[in-house]
């Protein structure tokens, strides 16, 4: 059975950063696309980075330049380095697993239970 578990979430200040990380088990990590999907409180989740098991990866414009999607596939660990952050960026924060590659939720076929970054002075 496949299972995710996100952690990393927390407060932190605009500007701060935060590495969340997803654990991978009960399926082939290496094979599959990943990526990390966030929903604030009354708005749809979005897709924020994703990464094909070959290592390209795709962004959002709204994080382009300030988050950073990458694996590990000896430790089946999926990571998202955020820096800059905003206030904007407070969201639960979910990892996902899939065949596609890309930021809409269709493509994913595991999903993790999200952890919580919250971004405030």
């Known amino acids: 059975e496949a299972h995710l578990v996100e952690s990393g979430g927390g407060l932190v200040q605009p500007g701060g950063s935060l590495r969340l990380s997803c654990a991978a088990s009960g399926f082939t990590f290496r094979s599959y696309s990943m990526a990390w999907f966030r929903q604030a409180p009354g708005k749809a989740r979005e897709g924020v980075a994703s990464?094909?098991?070959?290592?390209?990866?795709i962004y959002a414009d709204s994080v382009k330049g300030r988050f950073t999607i990458s694996k590990d596939n000896a430790k089946n660990t999926l990571y998202l380095q955020m820096n800059s952050l905003k206030p904007e960026d407070t969201a639960m924060y979910f990892c996902?697993?899939?065949?596609?590659?890309?930021?809409?939720?269709?493509?994913?076929?595991?999903w993790g239970q999200g952890t919580q970054v919250t971004v405030s002075s």
């Open positions: 996902a697993a899939g065949h596609v590659a890309v930021l809409f939720s269709w493509g994913y076929d595991y």
């Open positions: 990464i094909y098991s070959d290592g390209i990866t």
